[in-house]
């Protein structure tokens, strides 16, 4: 057992190298958080999100609680996602929660926007979201995972394991025709345009691609194989020979179950090698697998993380090198991740988040010379940082003692963290320096954060 003595030399130890460390220009994502304006008594889930533009569009299924009312709604953002309006687009009720939502929504342009989802639902609208035609697709037995359209006109739908699974329009979706070309699994896909469309198998990723509309198919084989221990499930498809493939990787932690972390292939030959990009399996950071991206018509992409909570991956060479980034919110939040992602006219992105009740991320890239540690305390974070007069601590973590440390090792300010796992710390009085945050879990100090306190 470490004497008291011990455990203060332990501390000094790692305040030192903290204070001493170089400073580094780092990223972060200043965020505005927000909530979708339903009934009261209302869960929500925000499913979808895509922009073209700053045209945005988010999907919702609004669950009136004790009651099984479940309604299709939209969020509408003519602002790049600074502000919303709800839409209705007049399905009825739902009494079963997760059967016919909306599992992607694609923004073509301003005035045309396309959702698909479960039990055969594929909704389209030609005046921005004022009106909203319910289509038809030539089966009774799908749920669909992926549309995508090279111009308002020619799409592309596919269905994952059903038969068929591959539909594709050239008049909007007013005729919808099933292509004789099936695989199980199939969970993305992209129009090109002129009858040249791609699609991407699950698992593997393995794709498949057609440039005389499924007359003749060509297939790219897998970026992993077996012994990679992972799963590619979702890709991205660029303009030209660009292809993006992303999921998780699988370890085993000593004392922990099996857990998932990100991976990222890339390839820029239409598939025909590839190179893994990004890869982290490092054990004292929480990720997740990477769930969502941007699009990649973009030097700029952004990827969600499933357990990310403060966490996005970034790039600035079209996926070429990836970094994982910090999220800084201007409100209290308790999100385990993004579901959806897209990026607007200004190069911020616009994501989902969620946990309980969902929300919308508007972030906007900031650099600091703050390094940011939020994830040495297992799930558990600060902000503001840089910060003036209070910190938010936020931890999975409940009714744990915090202290804040000077360079010196010398404490400077107590609190505790409260039922919710959450605390407000009044830095007012504290003289402009940089500090380190600890939280004392079972005898240890776990680091929270190095923060930097700016006076007035």
Same mark, same amino acid.
């Given at each position: ?95 079963v929660a997760y059967r016919n939502r909306i599992t992607k929504v694609e923004q073509i342009d301003s005035l045309n926007i396309v959702a698909i989802g479960d039990t055969m639902l594929a909704l389209r609208t030609f005046d921005g979201g004022i009106t909203w035609h319910q289509q038809t697709l030539p089966t009774t037995i799908v749920d669909l995972e992926d549309v995508s359209f090279a111009n308002p006109n020619e799409g592309i739908i596919v269905a994952a394991d059903f038969a068929p ?90 004392? %922990?179950?099996?857990?998932? !972390? ?7 030959? $239409?598939?025909? /090698?590839?190179? &893994? @990009? ?94 940011? %540690?939020?994830?040495?305390? !297992? ?7 840089? $910060?003036?007069? /209070?910190?938010? &601590? @936020? ?62």
């Amino acid at each position: 057992m470490l004497t008291k003595m011990q455990k203060q030399m332990a501390r000094l130890f790692l305040l030192s190298w903290l204070a001493l460390m170089p400073a580094t220009t780092w990223a972060q994502f200043h965020c505005k958080i927000t909530i979708p304006e339903v009934e009261a008594d209302t869960q929500f889930i925000v499913t979808s999100v895509s922009c073209a533009g700053n045209n945005c569009t988010a999907s919702i299924l609004a669950d009136k609680v004790q009651s099984y009312d479940v309604k299709i709604l939209f969020q509408r953002s003519n602002d790049g996602g600074r502000t919303w309006a709800i839409q209705d687009p007049g399905l009825p009720n739902q009494i079963v929660a997760y059967r016919n939502r909306i599992t992607k929504v694609e923004q073509i342009d301003s005035l045309n926007i396309v959702a698909i989802g479960d039990t055969m639902l594929a909704l389209r609208t030609f005046d921005g979201g004022i009106t909203w035609h319910q289509q038809t697709l030539p089966t009774t037995i799908v749920d669909l995972e992926d549309v995508s359209f090279a111009n308002p006109n020619e799409g592309i739908i596919v269905a994952a394991d059903f038969a068929p699974s591959i539909f594709t329009t050239s008049d909007g979706g007013e005729h919808w025709n099933a292509v004789s070309f099936w695989q199980p699994s199939l969970w993305q896909c992209h129009a090109y345009g002129n009858g040249r469309f791609r699609v991407f198998k699950y698992d593997l990723g393995e794709t498949y691609y057609t440039s005389d509309n499924w007359k003749t198919v060509d297939s790219t084989k897998g970026a992993i194989d077996r012994s990679d221990s992972a799963i590619l499930s979702d890709c991205n498809f660029g303009s030209g020979d660009t292809i993006i493939e992303f999921g998780a990787v699988f370890v085993n932690s000593p004392g %922990f179950p099996t857990r998932d !972390y990100p991976i990222i292939v890339r390839s820029t030959d $239409a598939g025909q /090698s590839w190179k &893994v @990009v990004f890869k982290d399996t490092d054990t004292s950071v929480v990720l997740g697998y990477v769930r969502t991206m941007s699009p990649l018509d973009r030097d700029t992409i952004f990827a969600g993380l499933s357990l990310g909570r403060t966490r996005v991956l970034f790039s600035t060479d079209r996926g070429e090198t990836w970094s994982i980034d910090t999220l800084l919110f201007d409100t209290a939040v308790d999100y385990i991740g993004m579901y959806s992602v897209a990026m607007n006219a200004s190069g911020q992105f616009v994501g989902a988040m969620g946990l309980a009740n969902d929300a919308l991320v508007l972030g906007d890239r900031a650099v600091s010379s703050v390094q940011s %540690f939020e994830h040495l305390a !297992y799930y558990s974070y600060l902000y503001p940082n840089p $910060a003036t007069h /209070s910190v938010n &601590v @936020v931890s999975e973590d409940r009714n744990h003692p915090l202290h804040v440390y000077d360079i010196l090792g010398r404490e400077v300010l107590r609190s505790q963290l409260g039922e919710n796992g959450k605390c407000k710390l009044d830095v007012s009085m504290l003289p402009a320096g940089m500090y380190v945050v600890m939280l004392e879990h079972d005898g240890s100090f776990l680091p929270v954060s190095r923060v930097a306190i700016i006076g007035d």
